[in-house]
């Protein structure tokens, strides 16, 4: 019989994990003897404790493509991380929703998780509905990450969108190009801040190319009247990125009013998947706080 460590025991880091995991085999193979007969134990040997589990949280969409690409998405992570503990939940419209995957988790006897959202940028969703559906589990130990974006590796996978969509290496730095930074919109400062910085980071990723971020909501301007703005600076050769985690409504509104090429959403991209660990892991390395309900920053 194994002595198992406290029930809110936690690695802090996929080291942590290896670790455990290469004692607890050194430890049984100590008990094998050369003709392969084992040893007794002696002594109860420890085991390791619960891994937090990653719970992605999706926003859900009527468009039948959208889960099909996050769980795309979510089997790069697994290929990444082998053996852990991937779900899905969803703010709205699609199966599960994010209450739901909590609840299994609960009756599962599941007690730490992180809930990395797949959100692009700060707002209602990732400052209020998150947390709240977290909050109704306090039996749950929750840290919530930062959105995906603003962050490089978006900024790689967003280019790569572009170049598949037929944008050249010349067109970097050209005088005549410009890109549409597309992405859904929200009434929050800090949402159409982050969208700003992605643009930043996207210019200096295609040598200097002006990026106007364009909402498909609540704020201005729409993709059709950034795509104004660049062509009154000379611009004729407008790109579309898509600044979306799946496809949905949003994406194909923004993707045709482009008057040249239209990038993919940045979905299921090999950059997206290790952002998506690299949100996990800086979660829980971050500090802990007294209480079980922790939203980490970026």
């Not at 707002?123 to 929750?142: E, Q, S, T």
Request: glycine share 8%.
């Amino acid at each position: 019989m194994t002595e198992s460590l406290p029930p809110d025991a936690t690695f802090d880091s996929t080291a942590q994990l290896l670790t455990c995991i290469t004692a607890q085999l050194g430890r049984q193979l100590s008990h094998v003897q050369l003709n392969g007969v084992r040893r007794p134990m002696s002594h109860p040997q420890p085991s390791c404790p619960e891994t937090p589990t990653l719970v992605a949280v999706a926003h859900g969409s009527r468009d039948p493509r959208a889960v099909r690409t996050v769980r795309r998405l979510l089997d790069r992570v697994r290929e990444l991380r082998p053996g852990s503990d991937i779900r899905i939940g969803h703010i709205e419209l699609d199966a599960p929703l994010l209450p739901d995957t909590l609840a299994g988790l609960v009756a599962e006897g599941r007690s730490d998780a992180v809930l990395v959202p797949l959100l692009l940028g700060r707002g209602c969703h990732v400052k209020r509905d998150i947390p709240g559906a977290a909050a109704a589990f306090p039996a749950l130990r929750v840290r919530i990450a930062p959105p995906l974006g603003p962050h490089p590796l978006l900024v790689e996978a967003l280019y790569a969108r572009l170049v598949e969509a037929g944008w050249r290496t010349e067109d970097d730095g050209s005088r005549s190009a410009g890109v549409v930074l597309a992405a859904a919109g929200s009434r929050d400062p800090d949402s159409a801040q982050d969208a700003r910085r992605t643009a930043a980071l996207l210019s200096e990723r295609t040598g200097g190319v002006p990026v106007v971020p364009a909402y498909a909501s609540a704020v201005s301007p729409n993709v059709p009247e950034a795509v104004r703005a660049l062509t009154a600076r000379g611009r004729h050769r407008i790109a579309v990125a898509s600044y979306f985690t799946a496809p949905g409504r949003f994406a194909s509104a923004a993707a045709a009013a482009a008057p040249w090429i239209a990038a993919e959403p940045v979905g299921a991209h090999p950059a997206l998947a290790r952002l998506v660990l690299q949100r996990y892991d800086a979660a829980l390395a971050a500090p802990r706080s007294p209480g079980r309900r922790e939203l980490v920053t970026a």
